[in-house]
Every structure is written in structure tokens, then in C-alpha cells.
């Protein structure tokens, strides 16, 4: 909760910077915890969305895993308290280098997406005499309707392969002894709000069961990725973990021993964070106000570029509501975090909170125009 006297506070700080209200990540974490823990499922905590140090602390505190895209991201994640055994590391262009550091860190699995990626981690393994432990990412051709830019599950996807080309893949596998095969792994898109999806997916998984039982292969693990998503429109509301897991109990036909992953990142995070940003000029245009921000797209670029909608809030002012285009200050018209919205009467001074930023924040800020990175401060420092 940001309260007048958390607001009280912000005014001594330099803006912008992310507020982390750590109740609501707890709070969040309990949650996924019991209706994970309920039907008996592992959750590995997708690492891109927010790898603050402290946020990632206080996730491994949860016995999570990690769900990690770069060797730098698993050493973050074992910095912070994720142990190796539990780290799956993902992507579609995993390097040498990191192949081998994460071989040597002696990570869980390997999701893999080609058969010429397998075939690089099985001569580093051999090299280094040890065995990876993989599985394979298949294409389930699902629409996720969401946006173009986060769904990864269509046709012409890069990610993951194609049932078409399974055999081939186990075909190849047999020969490649440093490798063991241990299951499959999905990941239809992001910020995905209609269950329907993740029905179809299930669907689809039984179907490839199915199949590889046919080709005598156990799976011991079936990983479902991530991609449920948050209402950005109430950021108070907690994701609906329980909805989920139980439409994957319930659809999923899980074999005696199995296991099943899911790799949520956005819902776990996306509600406990706040962009704090203070404005710097009113300013009229020809149909609309604008509040200029000191944050830009440099600090939160989602709006930028998955036109997304984040609720802005003026902690500060309880004045007559007016309309409003809430502007950074980059040199980029897409450098706009909401068009002709509702605030009360806002001026130089006051204090906004774009709130739903805690996933794809952050970690997604840049540099550009040389500007300085934001700040992070957490509700238990104020
Ligand atoms: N697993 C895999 C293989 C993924 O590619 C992703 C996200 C996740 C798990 C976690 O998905 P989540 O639960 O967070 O939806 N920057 C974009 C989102 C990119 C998501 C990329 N992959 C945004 O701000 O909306």
C-alpha cells in the first residue's frame, strides 16, 4: 500500500525509482506457494522479470527455482540463495561460454531448442566429462492472444521445435552420449489472460505424451513455462494462481512420478512494484494537456513497446480531475506513458506512481540518452 506517510517520504527522494512494497511480494509468494504446493507442482521463478537482488532474496526464501536466460542471470539467481540443483537455464542462443559455465555450476536442466544447440552442449559436456541433463522446448502452435511481440508460440516462431521434427530430434539424441533426456518444456507467450490458452495447451501436452510414451520415452518432467497474466487495470489484485494450477491438474493426464514445472515471472512480481516519477512541467497542446515526467521509456519501456497500460495515480494531488497525456522526456514521441487519462489537477511537484511495474521494469531500463539508471528503494527502508 503506498500511504501519505510512504508519500511523505517520497518527497525526499530522488525520482524516478521503483517502489517495491515487499508485503504484496510475500503476500504473493504465500499464494503460489499453497496452490502450487497443493497439486504437488515446482515453480521456477522466471529470473528476466525483475533480478533485484533483493527480490530475487526474497523469492528463493519462498524454495522456489529459477528459470533462467543467461549464464549472468543463473549467477545472479545463485548469488541471491536459488541453489544450482533447482536452476533450469532457457533461450534460444545459448553460447559456448555460457553453456559451459552453467555445466560447471552444475545447473538442473538445459532447455533445449534445436538439434544443433544439443549438439554443442553434448561436446562441452563431453569435454568436461560431466552429463546435461535436457529438455526440449516444443513449438505447440497456440495462439496466445496477446500481444505480437510477447507471443512465442505460433508458426513462425524462433522458439522451441516443431512436433514435425520430434522424431528426427530423438533420432539424433541416441547418439549423443552426454545427454540425458528428462522432459518437455513450453512457453506459450506472456501476459496471458484467457485460460482458454492454457487449455489448449494442455490439450496439446497429452497429445505429445502420448507420442513420446509411443517412442518408449518417460518424461520425467513436463514444464508449462510461464505467461499467466495480471490485471494491469487493478494492481491491487492478486494474479489467479489457484484457477490456473487447477486447470492444469485437471486437464494435464500426469503420469505416476512425473513432475510438472511452471515458470511464472510477471505474476509473480509485476503487482509489488510502483514507478515513482515526479512532474516537471505542465504543458497545453492543441487537444490535450500534458504532464511531463521525469520518468521516460528509459525506465519503463512496456508502454513504448507493447503499447501497454499501466495506472498512473497522483499521490499528491486530490484536486479536480482533468484529462491528461502523461509524457517523458526522451526524444521519442512513443516516450508516452498514457493518453488522455483522468488525474486530478496535476502540477509541477507532484508525485505519480505507475503502478504494475514491479515485472519487465526495472530490468528493461536502458541508457539511452545517456540518462541515469532508476533508483530502487523498498517499503521496509521507509
Ligand atoms: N519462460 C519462458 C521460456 C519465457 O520466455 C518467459 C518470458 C517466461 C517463462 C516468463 O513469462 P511470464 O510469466 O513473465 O509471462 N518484456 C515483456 C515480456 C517478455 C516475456 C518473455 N518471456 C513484457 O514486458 O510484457
Known amino acids: 500500500m503506498i500511504n501519505s506517510t510512504t508519500v511523505e517520504k517520497f518527497r525526499d527522494l530522488p525520482t524516478p525509482f521503483y517502489y517495491y512494497d515487499l508485503d504484496v511480494l510475500h503476500a504473493t509468494c ?41 549464464y549472468n542471470e543463473i549467477a545472479r539467481a545463485m548469488e541471491c540463495g536459488f541453489s544450482p540443483s533447482t536452476i533450469v537455464f532457457a533461450g534460444v542462443g545459448k553460447t559456448d561460454r555460457e553453456i559451459e559455465s552453467a555445466l560447471k555450476a552444475r545447473i538442473s536442466c538445459f532447455n533445449c531448442e534445436s538439434i544443433a544447440e544439443m549438439e554443442v552442449i553434448d561436446s562441452i559436456a563431453a569435454r568436461l566429462k560431466t ?141 509489488c512494484g510502483s514507478l515513482i516519477t515526479k512532474v516537471l512541467y505542465i504543458k497545453k497542446g492543441s487537444n490535450t494537456t500534458f504532464a511531463v515526467v521525469d520518468a521516460g521509456m528509459t525506465d519503463l519501456i512496456r508502454p513504448a513497446l507493447y503499447q501497454a497500460h ?32 483522468e488525474l486530478p489537477e496535476t502540477r509541477r511537484g507532484d508525485i505519480l506512481a505507475i503502478r504494475s511495474a514491479g515485472a519487465y521494469g526495472e530490468i528493461m531500463a536502458s541508457r539511452y540518452n545517456l540518462r541515469d539508471l532508476p533508483g530502487a528503494v523498498f517499503s521496509d527502508e521507509l
Open 30 to 70: 504465500v499464494k503460489v506457494k499453497e496452490e502450487s504446493e497443493r497439486s504437488g507442482f515446482s515453480i521456477h521463478y522466471a529470473v528476466k522479470a525483475n533480478a533485484n537482488p533483493r527480490i530475487l532474496g526474497i523469492i528463493a526464501s519462498y524454495g522456489f527455482g529459477a528459470d533462467c536466460v543467461s
Open 131 to 271: 552429463k546435461a541433463v535436457v529438455a526440449l522446448r516444443i513449438n505447440p502452435y497456440i495462439e496466445a492472444h496477446t500481444h505480437k511481440y510477447i507471443t512465442t508460440a505460433i508458426a513462425d516462431s524462433k522458439f522451441g521445435i516443431s512436433a514435425w521434427e520430434l522424431k528426427d530430434v530423438l533420432d539424433n539424441l541416441s547418439s549423443m552420449s552426454n545427454i540425458t533426456l528428462e522432459g518437455i518444456h513450453f512457453h506459450v507467450g506472456s501476459q496471458i489472460t484467457r485460460m482458454s490458452v492454457f487449455r489448449s495447451l494442455c490439450s496439446r501436452v497429452n497429445e505429445l505424451q502420448e507420442w513420446f510414451t509411443s517412442q518408449n520415452i518417460d518424461l520425467k518432467t513436463i514444464n508449462l513455462g510461464g505467461g499467466l497474466g495480471i490485471d494491469y487495470n487493478c494492481p491491487e489484485k492478486m494474479p489467479e494462481f489457484g484457477e490456473y494450477f487447477e486447470l492444469v491438474r485437471e486437464l494435464v493426464r500426469i503420469r505416476p512420478g512425473q513432475r510438472i514445472h511452471f515458470e511464472p515471472g510477471r505474476s509473480i512480481v509485476a503487482q
Open 310 to 341: 499501466h495506472e498512473i495515480e497522483n499521490l499528491t494531488s486530490g484536486g479536480q480531475t482533468g484529462k491528461y497525456d502523461v509524457v517523458g522526456p526522451i526524444c521519442e514521441s512513443s516516450d508516452t506513458f498514457a493518453k488522455f487519462i
